[in-house]
């Protein structure tokens, strides 16, 4: 039999298995997985946010693979081991869950992005091993795992597929299981809190209802109740298969508890509702009769919500964090070799042309993870803004667009013209490259909301000092409900295929820090998009100041870092401006300098191993009150004035810095202007 046909048959009895609803329905249904996809193990974990732990509440061992005493090497079962762990224990592992992506590993061996939880699968003889999430209402309740103990395996296409789509049947069923699960959080609200009566019927009409029920569904009367709500399923429910659902599982239990579900009140705004339910009476028709409480949980529910959003960002925060030190080192390396080379006397202008490019890019990558720094409520000081040509920066952008807007859609067979407007000689203050990562993102949504290819047109106008960019599109257009939405962190009309990053959140934050204002001026379901930027205008300076051998007086500086690429480009650098440069690699190997020079300046890494930068300056500030200090860092923008200030220090160079800042420090040192 075919691994596709094996999988389609599985798939089916899986299927059947969850709909009949037996006791050991989830049970069979794991051993048919692990039989399917001939794995070592499959298991069920669901979590528990109350006590922030999870839980192994389901597994399945292949009993080839079982230890036993025939066959000692074997795996034991770890469903005793595996209760009430708490949540923190893997943040790596959960972190990815979190944001509703598959776990996949090929080789544990090799695996490098889950440091905190690779010992743990190492100790239970894990090989290779998938894990999907468990979503449901909104929400990550747990995952599914298939665990390989053998020996590494290449997951392909289709197991990933099978194993995938089969935990979004599990998932389903075991949200029919656990409808409680939401009011067991707020049971002592709910239980104090005044309830609506009402009297209805399995035809779907509300038969009577009392005052507290009517205030909870937005009317203002019994009749407008009775008038708006004349068939249940379609006036009441968001979901009609919800009501099926109800009336299925009334019938066979003759009363159910906290029935939940989402509901529309009387102006159709949704709201959630919980509500206890009992068979008041059959009649000779048929017809059944029933009585219950109901309560609006709508708060609840969002307070849930935001806790559980509030925690993904704090952890969403943390990474960033780490990621942008590590990028903004690479960054510095990447920069500030390009700008050693354009120093390099060359007459060859398309050299120029390319380093030129490659600079420009490098600065937009610093750009967004200043973005991701924001968006994370890491970034704490402003960015650099300078005089930059407004027009410069939206060809810059369409140009990094063009494999978007062109190679992309001519591979589909679509065509998708760039038509320019644009105001000539409009200057701004700004920074390059977080404008053109703004740009970019706009072009990216415009391009993916004309999938038959379509028109994007830049105009640009200036009134009094503020210049007016338009960018509209003859895409899909958008609804009412998505222009509310669309400045939103996460909000994606795209699903997990293509939307996953900050999108249009981004684009509005930078435009804040801008000074500037975003909005959506005109969209319309199928007549395409207008989104306006209004910046602040600047003059043009009449010369573009060029960077001069001569520029600053020179200097003794002394350069503290652990990364050997940083210390390289300082040398290389400062030697170039006829400075007097030493390094060093530690903040121990600084005080021996120390102690046998003189120095104008102390430039120094803040994170090193040993004695780091915080505390290499307050050594200094006793020992050499003259000198200068500037601490130069990849957390540079996430580095508080109140933290400058409790260290004495007045100079802060984030990285990945640039030859003008460096040599403007330099140079004001020198000039005493500090």
């Known amino acids: 039999m075919s691994e596709l046909l094996q999988f389609i048959r599985a798939s089916n009895q899986i299927s059947h298995l969850l709909l009949e609803d037996n006791e050991d329905s989830l049970q069979k249904t794991l051993q048919i997985l692990t039989e399917a996809s001939q794995v070592s193990r499959a298991y069920v974990f669901e979590i528990n946010y109350e006590t922030k732990t999870i839980s192994n509440t389901r597994e399945y061992v292949s009993p080839d693979e079982l230890k036993s005493p025939s066959n000692p090497q074997g795996i034991e079962s770890e469903l005793p081991n595996l209760q009430n762990v708490p949540i923190d224990i893997f943040p790596d592992w959960m972190n990815i869950l979190y944001q509703n992506n598959l776990i996949i590993v090929n080789n544990i061996d090799t695996c490098d992005f889950l440091p905190q939880t690779k010992p743990i699968l190492l100790e239970q003889k894990i090989k290779a091993l998938i894990v999907a999430p468990l979503y449901f209402d909104e929400e990550l309740k747990?995952?599914?795992?298939?665990?390989?103990?053998?020996?590494?395996?290449?997951?392909?296409?289709?197991?990933?597929?099978?194993?995938?789509?089969?935990?979004?049947?599990?998932?389903?069923?075991?949200?029919?299981?656990?409808?409680?699960?939401?009011?067991?959080?707020?049971?002592?609200?709910?239980?104090?809190?005044p309830m609506g009566i009402f009297i209805s019927s399995s035809t779907g009409k509300v038969l009577e209802i009392n005052e507290e029920a009517v205030r909870i569904l937005?009317?203002?009367?019994?009749?407008?109740?009775?008038?708006?709500?004349?068939?249940?399923?379609?006036?009441?429910?968001?979901?009609?298969?919800?009501?099926?659902?109800?009336?299925?599982?009334?019938?066979?239990?003759?009363?159910?508890?906290?029935?939940?579900?989402?509901?529309?009140n009387i102006n159709n705004q949704t709201m959630w509702i919980n509500s206890t339910v009992k068979i008041r009476e059959k009649l000779p028709d048929g017809t059944l009769i029933f009585d219950g409480f109901i309560s609006d949980i709508s708060t609840q529910k969002r307070a849930e919500k935001i806790i559980l959003e509030q925690e993904r960002l704090s952890a969403i925060g943390e990474f960033a964090s780490s990621v942008a030190h590590d990028f903004n080192n690479t960054l510095q390396g990447i920069i500030g070799n390009i700008e050693l080379?354009?120093?390099?006397?060359?007459?060859?202008?398309?050299?120029?042309?390319?380093?030129?490019?490659?600079?420009?890019?490098?600065?937009?990558?610093?750009?967004?993870?200043?973005?991701?720094?924001?968006?994370?409520?890491?970034?704490?000081?402003?960015?650099?803004?300078?005089?930059?040509?407004?027009?410069?920066?939206?060809?810059?952008?369409?140009?990094?667009?063009?494999?978007?807007?062109?190679?992309?859609?001519?591979?589909?067979?679509?065509?998708?013209?760039?038509?320019?407007?644009?105001?000539?000689?409009?200057?701004?203050?700004?920074?390059?490259?977080?404008?053109?990562?703004?740009?970019?993102?706009?072009?990216?949504?415009?391009?993916?909301?004309?999938?038959?290819?379509?028109?994007?047109?830049?105009?640009?106008?200036?009134?009094?000092?503020?210049?007016?960019?338009?960018?509209?599109?003859?895409?899909?257009?958008?609804?009412?409900?998505?222009?509310?939405?669309?400045?939103?962190?996460?909000?994606?009309?795209?699903?997990?295929?293509?939307?996953?990053?900050?999108?249009?959140?981004?684009?509005?934050?930078?435009?804040?820090?801008?000074?500037?204002?975003?909005?959506?001026?005109?969209?319309?379901?199928?007549?395409?998009?207008?989104?306006?930027?209004?910046?602040?205008?600047s003059q043009f300076d009449s010369e573009n100041p060029q960077i001069k051998l001569d520029s600053s007086p020179q200097a003794r500086i002394l350069w503290v870092d652990d990364e050997e690429m940083?210390?390289?480009?300082?040398?290389?650098?400062?030697?170039?401006?006829?400075?007097?440069?030493?390094?060093?690699?530690?903040?121990?190997?600084?005080?021996?300098?120390?102690?046998?020079?003189?120095?104008?300046?102390?430039?120094?890494?803040?994170?090193?191993?040993?004695?780091?930068?915080?505390?290499?300056?307050?050594?200094?500030?006793?020992?050499?009150?003259?000198?200068?200090?500037?601490?130069?860092?990849?957390?540079?923008?996430?580095?508080?004035?109140?933290?400058?200030?409790?260290?004495?220090?007045k100079h802060i160079l984030s990285k990945p810095v640039q030859i003008e800042q460096l040599l403007d420090l330099i140079t004001k040192i020198m000039q005493k202007k500090y």
């Open 142 to 193: 747990g995952f599914v795992g298939f665990d390989e103990c053998k020996d590494p395996r290449k997951w392909t296409p289709q197991e990933i597929e099978f194993l995938g789509s089969n935990v979004e049947n599990i998932a389903n069923y075991m949200k029919t299981k656990s409808l409680q699960f939401v009011l067991q959080k707020y049971k002592n609200l709910v239980d104090y809190a």
């Open 218 to 264: 937005g009317a203002s009367s019994k009749e407008e109740v009775m008038k708006n709500y004349a068939e249940l399923a379609r006036d009441l429910y968001v979901n009609p298969q919800d009501r099926t659902k109800f009336l299925k599982e009334i019938v066979k239990t003759g009363k159910i508890r906290n029935h939940i579900f989402l509901a529309k």
């Open 341 to 537: 080379a354009f120093m390099e006397s060359t007459e060859d202008s398309a050299i120029m042309e390319y380093l030129d490019t490659m600079k420009k890019l490098s600065l937009d990558a610093a750009s967004r993870i200043l973005q991701l720094q924001r968006f994370a409520g890491k970034h704490t000081t402003p960015s650099d803004h300078q005089k930059i040509d407004f027009n410069e920066v939206i060809e810059d952008a369409i140009v990094q667009t063009r494999h978007l807007w062109k190679d992309f859609a001519l591979k589909d067979g679509n065509l998708i013209n760039i038509e320019r407007n644009l105001e000539s000689n409009v200057a701004i203050l700004g920074n390059a490259g977080e404008l053109r990562s703004a740009l970019f993102n706009i072009i990216k949504n415009g391009v993916q909301a004309m999938p038959k290819g379509g028109t994007i047109t830049f105009q640009s106008f200036s009134t009094d000092d503020q210049v007016h960019l338009l960018i509209t599109d003859t895409g899909i257009g958008m609804s009412d409900e998505v222009k509310t939405r669309i400045f939103q962190p996460f909000y994606t009309t795209k699903g997990f295929s293509q939307g996953k990053g900050l999108g249009m959140s981004g684009v509005y934050s930078t435009i804040q820090e801008h000074n500037g204002t975003i909005r959506i001026k005109d969209s319309q379901p199928g007549k395409g998009t207008s989104i306006e930027i209004i910046l602040r205008k």
């Open 566 to 649: 940083i210390r390289d480009y300082a040398v290389n650098i400062l030697n170039k401006f006829q400075h007097i440069i030493n390094v060093a690699q530690s903040g121990e190997d600084a005080l021996t300098y120390l102690g046998q020079n003189e120095y104008d300046l102390l430039i120094t890494d803040i994170g090193m191993p040993g004695m780091n930068g915080w505390e290499l300056a307050l050594k200094c500030k006793d020992l050499y009150p003259k000198m200068h200090i500037a601490v130069i860092t990849g957390w540079g923008n996430e580095i508080t004035q109140e933290e400058m200030e409790k260290h004495q220090l």
